[in-house]
């Protein structure tokens, strides 16, 4: 007898999960990380990509360019034009509404012929297999939501797995405020609350921890003083560890820019001021090349230190304070080892509680946040399988749980 399917995406967020969820089901891997699963050595594990095939692409470029033909529409696309017109506001002459007529409708049909490919092999895996349930990381993207909505049609229990907690503060709409799953797989008691109160039904949501952080539960973690050589950090130095953030976070509610020199402008000044190294950490979402701003950027402040993307692990346990642009998951990160944090606030993001708010002045504020005792409380209640570092299995549980 085969074992019930379970579809579910492929990234940093779900991947942990697989080998506990390969325990009871076939995985359907959605994505393009999906052949990871031969390397873990999953049997039973395929991508839902080998269900694609031209006949299906042709078929989803036909009916992705039928809905975008109903954009020429007079009265339709009349309205939908103007009204990038009016949202664009950049006086720019192919956001004018006569331009968007000539180029919106196109790119219509190339977002519409994703969701359409997806579709058509979602279907074209159910008529195979008896497919369970359906879990996937952040049920808001495009690609995510026509999977969710797809199974959802067809009776197909689904579980959106936040990849991190939100700290949206504000009180309208934002893409992050809404799921529609049927379950949520919550991080905390803080996310949980956090979708409650934006209208999710409680009974839904079920408190699990955040899976992709169970690898910084390790029973060997680096030690300061690998850290630092691995980083070229000196091991008496004072290391400020500085998380940048990137133009989503503040672009649409304020002006990221202004934001962004200055924190740089403050962070190298409290470098000079303490005598200290600045490790700039670069959030994932920035533009290629950042680097090398940010490079020249110490170098023309004349302050010591380095610039990395990567390696969170090193950077966290190398440093002696965090400071992070916006109420950052990274400081999550840090209260795991134990790392004392301070934010720069942000419009319309802001923690309840933990780290250091930012108070004008930043040596006084990682001298405050320095003499904060203990982090597990704030790391508990974003990650609820802290200490154990069991969200991984936990989850799985759930899902078990819900889809059978």
């Known amino acids: 007898m085969s074992r019930p399917v379970l579809l579910i995406t492929s990234n940093g967020t779900l991947i942990p999960t697989w080998e506990h969820l390969a325990q009871h089901y076939d995985l359907c891997i959605i994505g393009s990380q999906a ?32 809905i975008a033909g109903k954009l020429h529409q007079s009265a339709l ?3 939908l034009s103007s009204e990038v017109e009016r949202w664009s506001e950049s006086g720019a002459e192919q956001l004018s509404a006569s331009q968007v007529r000539q180029w919106f409708p196109a790119m219509v049909g190339e977002h519409v012929r994703q969701q359409a490919m997806i579709i058509n ?6 008529s195979e297999r008896q497919v369970a349930g359906c879990v996937v990381h952040e049920d808001v993207t495009p690609d995510m939501r026509a ?38 797989a919550a991080g905390g008691n803080y996310s949980r ?52 953030s990137w133009a989503q976070l503040t672009a649409i509610r ?61 950077v966290l346990r190398a440093g ?39 108070n004008g002045d930043m040596k006084v504020s990682i001298e405050e946040a320095m003499k904060v005792g203990g982090w597990d409380e704030f790391a508990k209640t974003m990650n609820d399988a802290h200490p154990k570092g069991n969200a991984g299995e936990r989850i799985a549980e759930f899902v078990k749980g819900v889809c059978g």
């Not at 092999?121 to 159910?126: G, R, S, T, Y």
């Not at 934001?259 to 600045?278: F, P, S, Y």
């Open 320 to 358: 002696d304070v965090l400071v992070a642009h916006g109420p950052s998951n990274i400081c999550v990160n840090a209260a795991i080892v134990g790392l004392p944090s301070v934010t720069i606030p942000t419009e319309g993001h802001e923690f309840p509680f933990g780290p250091v708010r930012y």
């Open 35 to 66: 052949g990871l699963a031969i390397d873990m050595g999953l049997e039973g594990a395929y991508p839902l990509a080998k269900y694609g095939n031209a006949d299906l692409n042709e078929v989803a470029i036909n009916a992705s360019y039928e």
């Open 254 to 314: 304020g002006g990221y820019e202004d934001e962004h020199t200055r924190n740089l402008k403050v962070m190298t000044q409290v470098a000079r001021d303490m005598r200290a190294t600045l490790v700039i950490k670069i959030h994932p979402g920035e533009g290629q090349g950042q680097e090398a701003v940010y490079h020249k950027f110490l170098q023309d402040e004349k302050v010591n230190g380095c610039v990395t993307r990567h390696y969170n692990e090193y």
């Open 147 to 184: 999977i969710v909505l797809y199974c959802k049609a067809r009776g197909v229990p689904t579980i959106h797995v936040p990849h991190a907690n939100t700290y949206y503060t504000n009180d309208e709409w934002d893409i992050h405020t809404e799921s529609v799953s049927g379950y949520i």
């Open 193 to 244: 609350e956090f979708y409650i109160k934006w209208g999710f039904p409680a009974d839904r949501i079920h408190i699990t921890g955040t899976p992709q952080l169970d690898s910084w539960y390790t029973d060997n973690p680096p030690s300061q003083k690998e850290s630092r050589q691995v980083l070229g950090i000196g091991q008496d130095d004072f290391a400020i560890i500085y998380a940048t």
């Open 121 to 126: 092999m979602l279907k074209a895996a159910m």
């Open 77 to 79: 696309s009349a309205s």
